[in-house]
């Protein structure tokens, strides 16, 4: 009667190769090595099904329901098509999930108080093992009337790939009680441990080696969708794997979510990382159609903090980071990135996701802070410390605003740049902006160079400089194949504060105290540049014009220099030969000096000088 009454209910056939009976407080019906049996199909059998029975029931109602239900050694073979299994029998989200649920607690309820199935063994349709083991243990909440819930605890454990050696024990809670509305039709706490990362390969060839333990709180909706929150740890992660030239240890970490999940999405809210219970980052993420091919994803993450030194070593094991950046990084001697927001939404499905698909999908914000850097000795720079920034990255540019540095004893401010690299590495462009006051001397080097391109044979005469000079810098360029060069487009203008030049063959420093230089590409605009001998009664002079580089000689445009008691004996021998002419005194007065047509090797000079007491000897009388 009972075993027709199942079939009725539930459509399974169980068919034993023999029957026991056993009188004890209860009736014990033990049935020998049944056969279950689903639309005639063989779907699972036991080694022995036992069914208590409560006497008074036998002669009441047939038996039922049952006192206890319990299967030993279950071997189920799992339908190809049952929802809510992946193909490694972990259950999934699906809509189909929630009613085939209700209609098996509505079969079984009239039929047993409680079922256990110790030591069951799960398999697809093929014969390979989906759970090697499984106890479960279920039992009405209350035994008084009405359809009280299920309450179900079980155990279960793998011994093949890719789950070899992972543990789960859960409880659950199967319905609602009597009178309650709720769209919840179950709920309980999962703790797992034992899962090895190894066999689970990551994109772009990443392998990573670590085990994981956790524990998952769920509540599965009428309508299949779960929601929950997941507590995991991982223990000695190390990435590995094609991208990387030798392991990175990770270490130990703790992660914290909270999910929704079901069929057509999975979400992951208040995502959290921990290490040495630090912070690394939160964040979240979605997944469209997850167990379809086709599935795309989406991530944002924030409160990302990183050393730049670490960020450096890191970089060194990555095998596709070009060796000058590497170099550049290796320079990094101090600072942290932190970012306050980062975004990766990318539209093309994640089987095709690539390098590509990160630098254009990408978007960051940030800060950058206590950075410092070596420059390489063809630099001729100082140390750059204490570099303090705002940096964005979206679609492959980095911006940077709000910037300043310390350059050995000099200050920049105001520094923004940008740099493309949309087509990186072969192609990088950027753009940079500052102003600053420079401490001369400690940067002559480094500008000799800029000097020595705009005007070559000024430069040659310039033995030293020392002094402060405020500072403003607009400049663009590229690297090539990440290969550095000087900005192809640059203008640097120069407002000396009290700078002196140590010129070659000159009795005494010149000091200059006013106006402007403009360094370009092959040019030089003075404005208003003031300056002279550093030495008692040598005399001053005031400089306006242009000199263009570009050609063997240079060119003097509008080119006017005045001169105030500039004494002769000092500055003639610096430009003619003494044994063609000499002389001793001051000069005052204008000169211009002017290139074109007819004075292309040297310019047309024009204006009046006075000369004041003094002499003047010419070598050929």
């Given at each position: 009667?009972?075993?027709?009454?199942?079939?009725?209910?539930?459509?399974?056939?169980?068919?034993?190769?023999?029957?026991?009976?056993?009188?004890?407080?209860?009736?014990?019906?033990?049935?020998?090595?049944?056969?279950?049996?689903?639309?005639?199909v063989?779907?699972?059998?036991?080694?022995?099904?036992?069914?208590?029975?409560?006497?008074?029931?036998?002669?009441?109602?047939?038996?039922?329901?049952?006192?206890?239900?319990?299967?030993?050694?279950?071997?189920?073979?799992?339908?190809?098509?049952?929802?809510?299994?992946?193909?490694?029998?972990?259950?999934?989200?699906?809509?189909?999930?929630?009613?085939?649920?209700?209609?098996?607690?509505?079969?079984?309820?009239?039929?047993?108080?409680?079922?256990?199935?110790?030591?069951?063994?799960?398999?697809?349709?093929?014969?390979?093992?989906?759970?090697?083991?499984?106890?479960?243990?279920?039992?009405?909440?209350?035994?008084?009337?009405?359809?009280?819930?299920?309450?179900?605890?079980?155990?279960a454990?793998?011994?093949?790939?890719?789950?070899?050696?992972?543990?789960?024990?859960?409880?659950?809670?199967?319905?609602?009680?009597?009178?309650?509305?709720?769209?919840?039709?179950?709920?309980?706490?999962?703790?797992?441990?034992?899962?090895?990362?190894?066999?689970?390969?990551?994109?772009?060839?990443?392998?990573?080696?670590?085990?994981?333990?956790?524990?998952?709180?769920?509540?599965?909706?009428?309508?299949?969708?779960?929601?929950?929150?997941?507590?995991?740890?991982?223990?000695?992660?190390?990435?590995?794997?094609?991208?990387?030239?030798?392991?990175?240890?990770?270490?130990?970490?703790?992660?914290?979510?909270?999910?929704?999940a079901?069929?057509?999405?999975?979400?992951?809210?208040?995502?959290?990382?921990?290490?040495?219970?630090?912070?690394?980052?939160?964040?979240?993420?979605?997944?469209?159609?997850?167990?379809?091919?086709?599935?795309?994803?989406?991530?944002?993450?924030?409160?990302?903090?990183?050393?730049?030194?670490?960020?450096?070593?890191?970089?060194?094991?990555?095998?596709?980071?070009p060796?000058?950046?590497?170099?550049?990084?290796?320079?990094?001697?101090?600072?942290?990135?932190?970012?306050?927001?980062?975004?990766?939404?990318?539209?093309?499905?994640?089987?095709?996701?690539?390098?590509?698909?990160?630098?254009?999908?990408?978007?960051?914000?940030?800060?950058?802070t206590?950075?410092?850097?070596?420059?390489?000795a063809?630099?001729?720079?100082?140390?750059?410390?204490?570099?303090?920034?705002?940096?964005?990255?979206?679609?492959?540019?980095?911006?940077?605003?709000?910037?300043?540095?310390?350059?050995?004893?000099?200050?920049?401010?105001?520094?923004?740049?940008?740099?493309?690299?949309?087509?990186?590495?072969?192609?990088?462009?950027?753009?940079?902006?500052?102003?600053?006051?420079?401490?001369?001397?400690?940067?002559?080097?480094?500008?000799?160079?800029?000097?020595?391109?705009?005007?070559?044979?000024?430069?040659?005469?310039?033995?030293?400089?020392s002094?402060?000079?405020?500072?403003?810098?607009?400049?663009?360029?590229?690297?090539?194949?990440?290969?550095?060069?000087?900005?192809?487009?640059?203008?640097?203008?120069?407002?000396?504060?009290?700078?002196?030049?140590?010129?070659?063959?000159?009795?005494?420093?010149?000091?200059?105290?006013?106006?402007?230089?403009?360094?370009?590409?092959?040019?030089?605009?003075?404005?208003?540049?003031?300056?002279?001998?550093?030495?008692?009664?040598?005399?001053?002079?005031?400089?306006?014009?242009?000199?263009?580089?570009?050609?063997?000689?240079?060119?003097?445009?509008?080119?006017?220099?005045?001169?105030?008691?500039f004494?002769?004996?000092?500055w003639?021998?610096?430009?003619?030969?003494?044994?063609?002419?000499?002389?001793?005194?001051p000069?005052?007065g204008?000169?211009?000096?002017?290139?074109?047509?007819?004075?292309?090797?040297?310019?047309?000079?024009?204006?009046?000088l006075?000369?004041?007491?003094?002499?003047?000897?010419?070598?050929?009388?």
């Amino acid at each position: 009667v009972v075993l027709a009454r199942i079939y009725t209910e539930t459509g399974y056939n169980i068919v034993p190769s023999g029957v026991r009976l056993a009188f004890r407080s209860h009736l014990v019906v033990l049935l020998e090595k049944p056969t279950i049996y689903l639309n005639g199909v063989e779907v699972a059998r036991v080694d022995d099904l036992r069914a208590v029975l409560r006497y008074h029931t036998i002669f009441n109602t047939n038996g039922l329901p049952l006192y206890e239900l319990a299967l030993d050694h279950l071997q189920v073979r799992i339908p190809a098509n049952l929802a809510g299994v992946t193909a490694h029998g972990f259950p999934k989200p699906d809509v189909a999930v929630a009613p085939e649920l209700k209609w098996m607690l509505d079969s079984i309820s009239d039929l047993a108080l409680r079922i256990e199935i110790v030591d069951a063994v799960l398999e697809d349709v093929d014969g390979t093992p989906l759970i090697d083991h499984l106890t479960l243990t279920a039992y009405r909440q209350h035994r008084g009337p009405g359809a009280w819930p299920w309450m179900v605890n079980f155990e279960a454990g793998w011994k093949h790939a890719p789950f070899d050696g992972v543990g789960v024990v859960g409880k659950f809670r199967l319905g609602v009680a009597p009178g309650v509305v709720s769209e919840t039709i179950a709920s309980g706490l999962l703790r797992f441990h034992g899962l090895e990362v190894a066999p689970f390969r990551g994109p772009f060839g990443i392998d990573a080696s670590g085990q994981v333990a956790g524990s998952l709180k769920f509540a599965l909706r009428h309508d299949g969708e779960l929601l929950g929150s997941a507590d995991f740890s991982v223990v000695k992660l190390v990435l590995k794997g094609k991208p990387f030239t030798a392991p990175i240890a990770i270490g130990d970490l703790l992660l914290h979510a909270a999910y929704k999940a079901s069929i057509a999405r999975l979400e992951l809210k208040e995502f959290t990382v921990m290490q040495h219970d630090a912070t690394l980052l939160t964040g979240g993420g979605a997944m469209d159609r997850p167990y379809e091919d086709t599935r795309v994803a989406t991530m944002h993450v924030e409160g990302v903090r990183v050393a730049l030194t670490q960020a450096s070593a890191w970089m060194r094991l990555l095998r596709s980071i070009p060796a000058p950046l590497n170099d550049f990084a290796r320079r990094l001697s101090s600072g942290q990135i932190a970012l306050t927001e980062s975004t990766f939404n990318p539209t093309a499905p994640v089987r095709d996701w690539s390098a590509q698909t990160l630098r254009e999908d990408l978007t960051a914000r940030g800060n950058l802070t206590g950075a410092g850097f070596d420059p390489p000795a063809d630099f001729k720079l100082p140390p750059i410390r204490r570099v303090e920034a705002a940096i964005a990255y979206a679609g492959g540019l980095v911006t940077l605003k709000q910037g300043s540095a310390v350059l050995g004893k000099s200050i920049l401010t105001g520094i923004t740049a940008e740099v493309n690299l949309k087509r990186a590495p072969r192609l990088i462009t950027y753009k940079l902006r500052g102003k600053g006051a420079l401490d001369t001397g400690e940067l002559y080097p480094a500008l000799n160079g800029v000097a020595t391109s705009s005007a070559p044979e000024i430069a040659a005469r310039i033995a030293g400089v020392s002094g402060t000079t405020a500072a403003e810098i607009d400049s663009s360029g590229k690297i090539a194949d990440m290969k550095w060069s000087a900005p192809a487009d640059y203008a640097l203008k120069l407002l000396p504060r009290r700078v002196e030049l140590a010129i070659k063959d000159a009795p005494s420093a010149v000091a200059i105290n006013g106006g402007t230089l403009l360094l370009r590409p092959g040019a030089i605009d003075i404005n208003q540049l003031t300056g002279g001998l550093t030495t008692a009664r040598g005399g001053s002079a005031t400089l306006n014009g242009t000199i263009v580089a570009t050609q063997r000689n240079p060119v003097f445009r509008n080119f006017v220099a005045e001169f105030r008691e500039f004494r002769t004996e000092t500055w003639l021998p610096l430009v003619l030969n003494p044994r063609q002419v000499s002389a001793k005194g001051p000069i005052s007065g204008r000169l211009t000096a002017q290139s074109d047509a007819k004075h292309v090797t040297v310019p047309l000079i024009t204006g009046r000088l006075t000369m004041g007491p003094g002499e003047l000897q010419f070598g050929f009388l």
